[in-house]
């Protein structure tokens, strides 16, 4: 069965949920991409969608419905990954691998630390921050 984009989006917050992850989401008015936004930012950003986004915004993780498999493309020493729905899990993985290595390199004090100032400062800021929700653990069991 093909997952829609709403439903890969629950799938991808549930999983991440389940392993710690702080999530909040913003559902676009103007297409049908959902945005997760990991940890405060800390742990950067997943869109999921059914189409290439814009240039001027440059998600970390990109999961897309219209592709297959795995790309990295870099951009001013960026890593952007690329997956398609068939390599939801291999994104799953690097997440969380992403985040260990994180909370490995700043420590675990350090890592909470950014994510509590992320939240303070960007907290009702105008675009995402304000028009997110936080996603609650349980919200997505069936």
Do not use: D, M
């Given at each position: 069965m093909t997952k829609t984009i709403v439903e890969m989006a629950e799938y991808v917050a549930s999983q991440l949920l389940a392993a710690g992850f702080i999530i909040q989401r913003y559902d676009s008015m103007s297409s049908q991409?959902?945005?997760?936004?990991?940890d405060y930012g800390v742990c950067n950003s997943i869109r999921i969608s059914d189409h290439k986004g814009l240039s001027q915004y440059r998600y970390r993780y990109n999961l897309q419905s219209n592709r297959t498999g795995f790309r990295k493309h870099s951009n001013s020493g960026v890593d952007r990954l690329y997956y398609g729905f068939d390599a939801v899990e291999t994104m799953l993985q690097d997440i969380r691998e992403d985040k260990a290595e994180k909370v490995l390199s700043y420590g675990l004090e350090n890592y909470?630390?950014?994510m509590e100032v992320n939240e303070r400062?960007?907290?009702?800021?105008?675009?995402?921050?304000?028009?997110?929700?936080?996603?609650?653990?349980?919200?997505?069991?069936r």
């Open positions: 991409s959902i945005y997760l936004k990991l909470s630390h950014f400062v960007n907290s009702g800021k105008k675009g995402f921050w304000s028009s997110s929700h936080e996603v609650a653990v349980g919200s997505y069991e």
